[in-house]
C-alpha cells in the first residue's frame, strides 16, 4: 500500500455535502483512493508529499459526451458556417466517409492524440462513442478501439442513416446484426433524435433494443429544434439526454422528475452559432446538470472542458460553482459512476492542480492553460 499527502491546498472542491469547498486543506490518496481529508495540521504519516503551495485543486473533469472515432478534417465546413451557412446535420457523412477509409492504428492514433489533450486540459474520464463507421465492421472496430481506452464506449449507430440506405431496412441492421456484434465493445446506447436523423418511434426502437441485450440506455435530443427526444429519455429511463437545447415547460418537468441529467454540450452553440441551451431554467427547476465538450470534427472540435465551463457561465446563466459541478459530479452522474467526479473519502483520486487559488479561475480566465498537473 502506498499513501501520498497532497498538502498546502488553498482550495480544495470535494462535493462533500456538508462542506463542498474546504480551504487551507490536504488530503491523503492511498491506493489511487482518498482516504483521509483535512487541514495541514492534523495530517497523518504519509510515504510521500504533495506540497501544491496554495493552489486549487478539483475533481478531474468527467467528460460524458465525445465522438472521438474518427478520421478526416472538416475546418472548411466551420469556415464556411462562420461565414454565412446554417449549420445542418448532414455533415456527419463527410466524417462518415474519411472514418471507413481510415486504418485500425490511424483511428487509435486520433483516440489516444485526443485523449492525451484532454488529460492535458484536466479531463480524468471519458466517455466515446461510435457513429462514424455506420457498417457493421467500422461500428464494431470503433467501439474495440474506443474500449482501449475507456470502459464508458457508446454504441451509436444510429447517428445518421448512412447514403444509399433504406432507413427501414437500417434500423433493423442497427437493432440487429449491428448491434449483436457492437454490444460486447459497449457499456451505452444511444441514438441522435432529431429531424434529419432518426424519428420518435425509430429512436424508441434502438433503445429498446440496445436494453434488451443489457446497454444502458443515453440519447441526442432536441438540439435543433422542439422534438420528443427528451420525453423519450425519461420514459425509458436514460442516464442522459444530451444537447437539450429547445425545452418546453413540459419537457423541464419531466426531467425534473426523472433519473436523467440533462447533457449540457455548450461548445455545439459555440461552434455553430445557435443559441445556448438556458442552464438557469433547467437547475432552478431542480434538474441534474452535466457540461461535456461533445468533442467532434463537425459541430464542436473542443477537447476542452475549462473552455465549456466558461461558455457556461457567461452564456448559459450557471454560476462558477454550479458549472464546476456539471463538470464534474454532473458527467458522472451522468455515467451513472459514484467513483469519479468528487473527492469525498472513497473516491478514485483524480484531480487536477490549478495554476491559480479558486476554481473560478476556470472561467474568469477563459482560454488560458491552467492545469498544472492532473493525477
Ligand atoms: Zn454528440
Same mark, same amino acid.
Given at each position: &500500500? ?20 474546504? #480551504? ?26 504533495? $506540497? ?9 473533469? @468527467?467528460?460524458?459526451? +465525445? ?14 458556417? &462562420? ?26 492514433? +486520433?483516440? =489516444?492524440?485526443?485523449? %492525451? ?6 479531463? +480524468?474520464?471519458?466517455? /466515446? ?14 467501439? =474495440? ?13 444510429? #447517428? ?45 426502437? @434502438? ?5 434488451? *441485450?443489457?446497454?444502458?440506455?443515453? /440519447? #441526442?435530443?432536441? %438540439? ?43 461548445? *455545439?452553440?459555440?461552434?455553430?452559432? %445557435? !443559441?445556448? !441551451? $438556458?442552464?438557469?431554467?433547467?437547475? $432552478? ?5 452535466? /457540461? =461535456?465538450? $461533445? ?6 472540435? +473542443? ?45 478514485? =483520486? ?20 491552467? *492545469?498544472?498537473?492532473?493525477?
Amino acid at each position: &500500500m502506498t499513501s501520498r499527502l497532497v498538502t498546502n491546498i488553498g482550495e480544495l472542491v470535494t462535493w462533500e455535502p456538508d462542506r463542498p469547498i474546504r #480551504h487551507d486543506a490536504a488530503f491523503v490518496v492511498e491506493d489511487g483512493a482518498v482516504a483521509w481529508i483535512g487541514g495541514p495540521g492534523d495530517t497523518p504519516a504519509t510515504d510521500t508529499v504533495h $506540497d501544491v503551495g496554495g493552489a486549487a485543486v478539483v475533481p478531474g473533469f @468527467v467528460d460524458s459526451h +465525445t465522438h472521438l472515432v474518427f478520421a478526416g478534417d472538416r475546418s472548411a465546413e466551420f469556415e464556411a458556417r &462562420m461565414t454565412g451557412e446554417p449549420y445542418a446535420a448532414g455533415g456527419i457523412r463527410t466524417t462518415v466517409e474519411a472514418t471507413r477509409a481510415a486504418t485500425d492504428e490511424q483511428l487509435a492514433g +486520433t483516440v =489516444a492524440r485526443h485523449l %492525451q489533450e484532454m488529460r492535458a486540459q484536466g479531463t +480524468t474520464t471519458a466517455e /466515446i462513442k461510435s457513429g462514424y463507421g455506420l457498417t457493421v465492421h467500422d461500428e464494431e472496430r470503433s467501439l =474495440a478501439i474506443a474500449r482501449r481506452s475507456t470502459p464508458e464506449t457508446t454504441f451509436l449507430g444510429a #447517428h445518421v442513416v448512412p447514403v444509399g440506405t433504406d432507413r427501414a431496412a437500417y434500423v433493423d441492421l442497427v437493432t440487429g446484426d449491428m448491434l449483436r456484434r457492437c454490444a460486447p465493445h459497449a457499456r451505452w446506447i444511444d441514438v441522435f433524435c432529431e429531424d434529419g436523423a432518426f424519428g420518435v418511434d425509430e429512436a424508441r426502437a @434502438v433503445l429498446t433494443a440496445g436494453t434488451a *441485450v443489457g446497454l444502458l440506455p443515453r /440519447i #441526442h435530443a432536441n %438540439q435543433l429544434r422542439h422534438g420528443p427526444g427528451v420525453q423519450l429519455a425519461v420514459e425509458v429511463g436514460a442516464a442522459a439526454a444530451d444537447h437539450c437545447t429547445y425545452l418546453t415547460d413540459a419537457d423541464v418537468d419531466a426531467l425534473a422528475g426523472s433519473v436523467t441529467v440533462a447533457g449540457l454540450l455548450p461548445g *455545439v452553440e459555440f461552434s455553430t452559432r %445557435q !443559441p445556448y !441551451p $438556458d442552464a438557469r431554467r433547467l437547475i $432552478d427547476a431542480g434538474v441534474t446538470v452535466s /457540461i =461535456a465538450t $461533445d468533442c467532434n470534427p463537425g459541430s464542436s472540435y +473542443t477537447s476542452s472542458m475549462p473552455f465549456c465551463l466558461a461558455l457556461a457561465v457567461r452564456d448559459m446563466g450557471m454560476s462558477p460553482l454550479e458549472a464546476l459541478r456539471a463538470a464534474t459530479e454532473g458527467g458522472a452522474t451522468s455515467l451513472r459512476r459514484d467513483d469519479v467526479g468528487h473527492l469525498r473519502v472513497g473516491a478514485t =483520486a483524480d484531480f487536477v492542480v490549478l495554476d491559480a487559488p479558486s476554481y473560478v479561475h476556470l472561467a474568469y480566465r477563459p482560454g488560458v492553460p491552467l *492545469v498544472t498537473s492532473v493525477s
